[in-house]
């Protein structure tokens, strides 16, 4: 008898049992905090083809290019709504300078890129591509400055060279290099994971130099500057104490970097070819993230009651071996379904904080990590998955985040990590409209979702979904799409509640009027 209990007991959480049937309350009459359209943020580094054959290249190239950009990436970029683009690094940022990247384009020096594959950079792509790029796609621009081998004087003149209106040296030099008027400037990193590529330094030492580089990044004219401190990685909440304790009253922001990868040594897995066990695994890694903002914003809450500071995670995503027969130290992979679910389930965790969580950046935008696009040199592109996640979830950018409750079974995973099978998020558009997004995550079985508005008269409800035959499923350049979103028509209205079909390993998001 007390067997047979044990054994029930067991079958229901490792998830054979999987519960099928979830409540979620959509407490839409309560919403106070705005969805930063800056969660949804990208970023692009000199690695690998992200920049070079993926947003660049050149003018003279036979592949559509306006300007030198790739025309269908650019296209693909503009759909997609991105609200801010970190560059130049990442590591690739504190080996980086920027005036070798300025001026005739035959002038300019080449270096080794020693952090990704020691590739010779051309500096083809500078300060001017990359500005005017946000500005084509209308996209805010963070700049990573170099605290790790450039000097005060560099950055500080970086910043009133593309900020500057008045007749100074920086202006001028800009003006020469053919651009009259700044470009408007907000973001700038201080460095990029001083920890470790970055300068390999200790907090106490960084926050010291944080404090003495961002005095010399000025506010010229109207623009106005948002400082970002380099920040911890996943689990350092020391660096997190130290910066806050140091450095917190000349910052703006902290980051976070936090990837879902197996280790940093030996294998990280196919993007591809991979198991249940390992997609529920990857899961279980990705939304470990929750705890972890969580604790850093406690640390940052003890110094900055008042929320003053943002986190802003600056890097996250999965972070898989590269696929076979690309550059070593390119960082180039595939992306599955199974990176589509680490997307919607962390947007979903990000919406959750955002009066602290200020930014998010995808690692990465083209070609690097789980990024949006994949290109190759004969002109062809995909969009990815999680492509299609961040332009079903669009619609929260700016948005109010409803409170919710949201009841579905759970399942225990390798590494004692504890998943929801059902994962969601809401929100109110300026416009009234009611957005929720949920996602299935269970592998095998479909979820019966009672989504309860109280208070809300509904008259219409339609949706888009993402989803595919098999987890692993992705698409190729011979075959881009075979994960594409479509039209959803499971929900159905019922006086103030929804009833929602959600197939097996499927996202959703719903448009409620
Ligand atoms: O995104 C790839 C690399 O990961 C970045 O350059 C670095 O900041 C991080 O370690």
């Known amino acids: 008898m007390k067997k047979s209990i044990l054994l029930i007991a067991l079958l229901v959480t490792t998830g054979a049992f999987a519960q099928k049937k979830a409540t979620m309350t959509v407490h839409a009459d309560e919403g106070k905090q705005v969805i930063p359209k800056e ?26 290019n306006i300007n030198g950009y790739r025309k269908d990436v650019l296209e693909a970029l503009k759909a997609l709504k991105v609200p801010v683009l970190r560059w130049p690094g990442g590591c690739f940022a504190d080996e980086y300078h920027w005036m070798d990247g300025i001026g005739p384009k035959d002038k300019r020096p080449k270096m080794v890129n020693t952090n990704w594959g020691g590739t010779i950079e051309d500096n083809s792509f500078g300060t001017h591509e990359f500005l005017n790029f946000c500005e084509m796609i209308g996209t805010e621009p963070y700049i990573s400055g170099n605290v790790g081998s450039g000097t005060v004087e560099e950055m500080a003149k970086w ?43 200790r907090p106490e030492f960084y926050a010291d130099l944080y404090r003495r580089y961002q005095t010399y990044c000025r506010n010229y004219g109207d623009n106005r500057l948002y400082k970002v401190a380099s920040g911890a990685s996943d689990y350092d909440y020391n660096w997190t104490e130290v910066l806050m304790k140091n450095a917190a009253h000349q910052m703006h922001g902290l980051s976070l970097h936090y990837y879902t990868v197996k ?48 986190l802003l995670v600056d890097e996250w995503g999965t972070w898989w071996d590269e696929e076979p027969g690309t550059v070593r130290g390119h960082l180039y992979q595939q992306n599955a379904l199974r990176d589509a679910f680490v997307a919607s389930l962390s947007l979903d965790i990000f919406h959750k904080y955002t009066d602290r969580v200020k930014m998010a950046n995808i690692a990465q935008i083209v070609n690097v990590l789980q990024s949006m696009i994949l290109t190759d040199e004969k002109g062809g592109m995909v969009l990815t998955p999680t492509y299609y996640v961040f332009k079903m979830y669009n619609v929260h950018q700016d948005a109010t985040f409803l409170p919710f409750e949201l009841n579905s079974g759970s399942m225990n995973v390798r590494d004692d990590r504890t998943i929801p099978m059902v994962s969601g998020t809401a929100s109110r558009d300026k416009s009234g409209v009611i957005h929720i997004s949920l996602s299935n995550v269970d592998a095998d079985n479909a979820q019966e979702i009672t989504v309860n508005l109280p208070g809300v008269s509904m008259k219409s409800v339609s949706g888009e979904i993402l989803t595919s035959k098999n987890l692993t499923d992705h698409n190729t350049f011979s075959n881009p799409d075979v994960v594409k979103l479509a039209a959803f028509t499971g929900a159905k209205i019922s006086g103030n509640t929804l009833n929602v079909k959600l197939p097996a390993k499927s996202i959703v998001t719903l448009e409620v009027k």
């Open 159 to 201: 910043v009133e060279y593309m900020t500057s209106d008045g007749d100074s040296p920086m202006a001028n030099l800009r003006r020469k290099n053919g651009r009259d008027k700044p470009w408007k400037v907000k973001y700038i990193g201080v460095g990029n994971e001083s920890w470790g590529c970055g300068g390999t330094m």
């Open 39 to 64: 969660i949804y943020g990208q970023f692009a580094e000199h690695l690998g083809r992200c920049i070079y054959g993926g947003i660049w290249v050149g003018e003279d190239s036979p592949i559509p």
């Open 263 to 310: 280790g940093w040594s030996g294998s990280k897995g196919s993007a591809t070819n991979f198991t249940k066990d390992d997609y529920y695994w990857t899961l279980g890694k990705a939304i470990e993230i929750e705890p972890v903002i969580q604790k850093h914003i406690a640390i940052m809450d003890q110094y900055d009651p008042n929320k003053r500071i943002g």
